[in-house]
């Protein structure tokens, strides 16, 4: 929601701040998006590598090591024996680590003062850690070389000192809160706080990272700020290969990090992100105010400022999660946290630099560039938006619960993006009934944006009490329509038109700053306390990805539950299965289909089905476990992605009731306010991104007809260059070890009969049991190589799945041992 008014006053350019810095501007805006690009592209493709499992993550961990013992350490000292001390600004190092302390201590003594007992001082640490910890190596030091290589060079090294000086100062403290609350936890071994103190020092120092800061101070000294160059390329050669590598590093452990997230981490979360990317930020700058007034940086001392506030909104490091991992506390909200942290400091980084280079305030053009960037950003969410919609219609489920009131978001904000682009062209034109009508639209809209997160957390939370919702869903869509609607006809009825103004969120002016400001206060109230009761519904950390979906998943595991459901909920066609598993009733052949390249005299129990058994693949469209199936796709809530929506939104919603309460505080604006201005027309007119990433790439309607057809493609192409039987050594190998020591125990441990039709079961396991049962026994180290050993499996003609439709699938489907 921006709220720039053409007839605002504005201050007038200071002499050090107008032309001077126009003519020289601070830092190259246009290297920005690239840099931007290449960062978050290698990220991006780290992070397909491993959702594609081309990488596990067990494989990842060398890569890591890698990264952290030798390619980082070989950069630092580098840059530690070159460094230029004569150039150090050292007031501002002082107030960037001042910054750093200011919100360290608040979110420790916070922490402190509202965790509970149990977890207090790990959370008091990590958090504090998380919120202290930027990623400056791998994500900072390409930003800070894009914008100031060519104008400010030396502002590059302040990477180099103020990461090291952080982790040895800062990380410690947070070290020995969670080694405190590890020594609670051991009740039986009690050790002396001296213990505790060394372990911390010990830690400390054997950080790859400290320790060759240390080292590379010494040898600047000692070399006279130059590498020897017998280990010149060397070094360089370790040096280079950190970027890429770091950042591709980066995208591999987001992988399934966000499946973590539970409902007792919600809270907690918003916290922490809102203290990393706005909070240490503004503190950051602020100090860099106070404490480098004087004379020594005088001439680049708005530079600077501008410097700290981008450094601030740098993302939580991959190391914080390291730690977390190391002590095994609080990794949910770690690893959740980096990964929504890194993605939202992209476009706050982006508006930042591009509004710290406007040389002074003239509204007119600054109304125009927020007019211009809602309008763009509207047309491309306008495509997203779309395609979300026309995914829950072809997957049926906008007629169910919570998705019937996430598509009526999807359409309110379909709404804002039509309403803004026709502004655009109905607000050059003087006809004020036109403005008018666009203008009810956008904002009607925009105002329901604001309720529907709130409501479909509240649904959220009445959806775990009762399963069944008890209010009838029509009245809470009257809420969700009705109270804009209300707001709306108020604004339209109070308000005077402003003259002369192309902002939207200026059209009439104060009364317009006031109703948005009382219906973002009814957003955010209502959000907030449904999600705070959605995380105090349960103690368990049960992940949300893995909820139920109608009682517990053991329910529907047992033969007897699964045929009384069937009896229950099918009376009326016993005569279909009759006829449609005929085929399970009788002792038929294996499907001929499965391939047949591994099955030797291992198989001593996978005969010909014996009667009553399904023996070929349950093709019927009446068989019960396809049905199952079936029902567990289409009943899943997504509970775990709709909490993520509200969440990021209730954040948005803030954002605009800062804004809204900043203008109405103050008719002065300052560059911050700016720059909330513009953060505030992404997030609004730019949802439509963020609904496509969370809810465009359906997994049973996009993602695996997708992978089964590429995997159809792939096996014919294979088939015509190398024959039908033949299969990679790998494989046989792989599935010959199984038959012949792993088979008869997996049998036994997850192998359950079930009904597949009225007078037949069959014996089917879960790809879920099995990726769980492959890292219980050794044969995985973690749910990568699971999926990996299972496909083996399922090529080699071991297991198939019972329509033959999937792949090997960590999900709820149904899987048979040939």
């Known amino acids: 929601m921006g709220n720039i008014s053409v007839n605002t006053s504005m201050p007038d350019p200071t002499p050090g701040d107008d032309h001077s810095s126009a003519a020289h501007p601070a830092m190259s805006i246009d290297k920005l998006f690239p840099a931007l690009l290449e960062c978050f592209g290698i990220i991006l493709c780290g992070y397909a590598a491993g959702r594609a499992n081309i990488i596990t993550s067990t494989q990842a961990k060398g890569l890591g090591n890698f990264v952290s013992r030798f390619a980082l350490p070989a950069l630092l000292f580098k840059n530690m024996v070159l460094l230029d001390f004569g150039n150090v600004i050292w007031p501002f190092l002082w107030s960037i680590l001042v910054a750093k302390l200011s919100v360290f201590f608040i979110v420790c003594v916070l922490t402190l003062l509202v965790a509970s007992k149990e977890s207090?001082?790990?959370?008091?640490?990590?958090?504090?850690?998380?919120?202290?910890?930027?990623?400056?190596?791998?994500?900072?030091?390409?930003?800070?070389?894009a914008l100031y290589k060519n104008t400010h060079p030396e502002y590059l090294q302040y990477i180099y000192l103020v990461a090291p000086v952080s982790l040895m100062l800062l990380n410690p403290i947070g070290f020995a809160f969670c080694e405190v609350q590890k020594r609670r936890g051991e009740q039986g071994q009690q050790q002396s706080k001296l213990h505790v103190v060394g372990v911390v020092l010990l830690q400390v120092l054997r950080n790859p990272i400290v320790f060759m800061v240390?080292?590379?101070?010494?040898?600047?000294?000692?070399?006279?700020?130059?590498?020897?160059?017998?280990?010149?390329?060397?070094?360089?050669?370790?040096?280079?290969?950190?970027?890429?590598?770091?950042?591709?590093?980066?995208?591999?452990t987001m992988v399934g990090q966000l499946r973590k997230l539970t409902r007792s981490t919600v809270v907690a979360l918003i916290l922490l992100i809102t203290a990393k990317l706005l909070v240490m930020p503004l503190i950051c700058r602020g100090m860099v105010e106070v404490l480098d007034s004087g004379n020594i940086s005088?001439?680049?001392?708005?530079?600077?400022?501008?410097?700290?506030?981008?450094?601030?909104?740098?993302?939580?490091a991959p190391s914080v999660a390291i730690y977390a991992a190391h002590y095994n506390m609080e990794l949910q909200v770690v690893t959740s946290g980096m990964v929504i942290s890194t993605f939202l400091s992209a476009p706050i980084m982006y508006v930042s630099a591009w509004l710290l280079t406007i040389p002074w305030m003239n509204p007119k053009p600054l109304a125009s560039a927020l007019q211009n960037i809602s309008f763009n950003i509207s047309i491309v969410s306008l495509f997203a938006l779309v395609w979300c919609v026309a995914v829950n219609i072809m997957s049926k489920k906008f007629h169910r619960l919570p998705h019937m009131f996430t598509v009526n978001l999807f359409i309110a904000q379909l709404g804002v993006c039509?309403?803004?682009?026709?502004?655009?062209?109905?607000?050059?034109?003087?006809?004020?009934?036109?403005?008018?009508?666009?203008?009810?639209?956008?904002?009607?809209?925009?105002?329901?944006?604001?309720?529907?997160?709130?409501?479909?957390?509240?649904?959220?939370?009445?959806?775990?009490?009762?399963?069944?919702?008890?209010?009838?869903?029509?009245?809470?869509?009257?809420?969700g329509w009705g109270v804009p609607v209300l707001a709306m006809s108020i604004l339209l009825m109070v308000g005077k038109k402003m003259p002369d103004t192309i902002d939207s969120?200026?059209?009439?002016?104060?009364?317009?700053?006031?109703?948005?400001?009382?219906?973002?206060?009814?957003?955010?109230?209502?959000a907030g306390i449904s999600l705070m009761l959605l995380s105090r519904g349960t103690q368990d950390y049960q992940?949300?990805?893995?909820?139920?979906?109608?009682?517990?998943?053991?329910?529907?595991?047992?033969?007897?539950?699964?045929?009384?459901?069937?009896?229950?909920?099918?009376?009326?066609?016993?005569?279909?299965?009759?006829?449609?598993?005929?085929?399970?009733?009788?002792?038929?052949?294996?499907?001929?289909?499965?391939?047949?390249?591994?099955?030797?005299?291992?198989?001593?129990?996978?005969?010909?089905?014996?009667?009553?058994?399904?023996?070929?693949?349950?093709?019927s469209s009446h068989c019960l476990l396809v049905e199952e199936e079936q029902k567990w796709q289409s009943t899943d809530k997504q509970v775990a992605r709709h909490v993520l929506l509200c969440l990021l939104l209730t954040v948005s919603l803030l954002a605009n009731l800062s804004s809204c309460l900043w203008w109405l505080l103050s008719r002065v604006p300052g560059r911050l306010y700016l720059e909330l201005q513009f953060f505030c027309a992404v997030v609004n007119f730019g949802q439509g991104f963020l609904c496509f990433g969370i809810f465009g790439l359906d997994k049973h309607l996009i993602i695996l007809p997708?992978?089964?057809?590429?995997?159809?493609?792939?096996?014919?192409?294979?088939?015509?260059?190398?024959?039908?039987?033949?299969?990679?050594?790998?494989?046989?190998?792989?599935?010959?070890?199984?038959?012949?020591?792993?088979?008869?125990?997996?049998?036994?441990?997850i192998v359950h009969?079930?009904?597949?039709?009225?007078?037949?079961?069959?014996?089917?396991?879960?790809?879920?049991?099995?990726?769980?049962?492959?890292?219980?026994?050794?044969?995985?180290?973690?749910?990568?190589?699971?999926?990996?050993?299972?496909?083996?499996?399922?090529?080699?003609?071991?297991?198939?799945?019972?329509?033959?439709?999937?792949?090997?699938?960590?999900d709820t489907l149904h899987y048979r041992f040939t």
Request: aromatic share 10%.
């Open 706 to 749: 997708f992978k089964k057809r590429l995997a159809n493609l792939m096996q014919a192409h294979g088939r015509e260059a190398a024959g039908q039987s033949d299969v990679s050594e790998e494989i046989r190998l792989t599935c010959n070890q199984f038959l012949k020591y792993h088979k008869e125990q997996c049998v036994q441990d």
């Open 418 to 479: 039509v309403g803004m682009i026709a502004w655009n062209f109905v607000v050059v034109k003087e006809n004020f009934i036109g403005q008018v009508l666009t203008f009810t639209l956008l904002y009607g809209s925009l105002y329901s944006t604001y309720i529907w997160p709130g409501l479909i957390a509240l649904s959220l939370f009445l959806l775990r009490r009762d399963e069944e919702l008890k209010v009838q869903p029509g009245f809470i869509m009257i809420i």
């Open 298 to 316: 005088s001439l680049n001392h708005s530079s600077l400022s501008n410097y700290a506030f981008l450094y601030g909104v740098f993302p939580t």
């Open 543 to 619: 992940t949300l990805e893995q909820e139920p979906v109608n009682g517990t998943t053991e329910d529907l595991r047992t033969e007897n539950n699964v045929q009384t459901r069937c009896t229950i909920e099918q009376p009326s066609i016993e005569d279909d299965f009759r006829r449609d598993c005929q085929n399970c009733e009788c002792s038929c052949a294996p499907d001929q289909s499965v391939p047949n390249m591994i099955i030797n005299s291992h198989v001593k129990d996978t005969s010909p089905a014996q009667t009553g058994q399904c023996g070929s693949s349950c093709d």
């Open 753 to 810: 009969k079930k009904r597949c039709g009225k007078q037949s079961v069959a014996e089917t396991f879960l790809g879920s049991e099995m990726v769980l049962w492959l890292q219980t026994v050794g044969l995985a180290s973690d749910q990568g190589e699971a999926l990996l050993y299972g496909s083996r499996l399922l090529e080699g003609g071991v297991i198939y799945h019972i329509t033959h439709d999937y792949g090997f699938l960590d």
């Open 505 to 526: 969120a200026f059209f009439f002016g104060t009364s317009q700053i006031v109703c948005t400001s009382l219906v973002l206060c009814v957003g955010i109230v209502l």
């Open 120 to 145: 207090r001082f790990s959370k008091a640490g990590l958090f504090s850690i998380f919120a202290t910890q930027s990623n400056d190596f791998a994500l900072g030091y390409p930003i800070v070389e």
């Open 214 to 252: 240390v080292i590379g101070i010494a040898s600047h000294f000692l070399l006279g700020q130059k590498i020897p160059a017998f280990m010149e390329e060397f070094v360089d050669g370790l040096a280079n290969s950190f970027g890429g590598a770091a950042l591709f590093y980066l995208g591999l």
